[in-house]
């Protein structure tokens, strides 16, 4: 997969901290699922200010595949054809001795919409699953300001993210 970006405390205005130890190296398996309508499943982080598209780390004994397809299931309750590569973003989160590599594809809808079950963590972060036009994605990922040092990494990843998938499906409609 074609890396199209690597994103360092400088790209978020963060000063770089340098603390002593070993990074974690970190796998995540991302997805624009897109419904029937052209609509988007994008989660509301409202208690980090931030919205994110589907997605999460790679498990023990999981490929990018199964792992995609858990994520996709978990946060969305629905299942997904991925059609789409969109690319690679390789995030360095030095302040927390992080390197975390993000596979990002894009996926249709298979069948009908269910129910998310999101863990007590993202409970805490206020996730809620909204299907929306990409052109409002668009709109609120670029509205959004998080102060926490993750959530900076995450909104700046998944926002490039999802203007990628726009390009594409852009492409894929001529």
Not at 42 to 63: F, Q, R, V, W
Not at 131 to 151: C, G, H, N, T, V
Not at 156 to 169: G, Q, S
Request: with cysteine.
């Amino acid at each position: 997969m074609k890396l199209l970006k690597e994103i360092f405390n400088a790209d978020i205005n963060e000063v770089d901290q340098k603390p002593e130890g070993k990074f974690r190296e970190r796998l995540a398996a991302r997805a624009v699922l897109i419904d029937e309508d052209g609509r988007a499943a994008i989660i509301e982080a409202k208690n980090i200010k931030i919205h994110k598209i589907l997605g999460g780390g790679i498990e023990k004994g999981e490929n990018i595949e199964l792992a995609l397809e858990r994520e996709i299931l978990e946060e969305s309750g629905c299942k997904g054809d991925v059609t789409h590569e969109v690319g690679m973003v390789i995030e360095h989160r030095s302040n927390i001795n992080l390197k975390q590599t993000n596979y990002c594809f894009i996926a249709n809808l298979v069948g009908k919409k269910g129910q998310p079950e999101f863990t007590k963590k993202e409970q805490a972060e206020g996730f809620e699953l909204v299907w929306i036009s990409i052109d409002e994605a668009l709109k609120r990922f670029a509205m959004d300001q998080p102060i926490e040092y993750s959530a900076k990494f995450q909104q700046h990843r998944d926002n490039f993210f999802l203007n990628e998938a726009a390009k594409i499906l852009k492409q894929r409609q001529k």
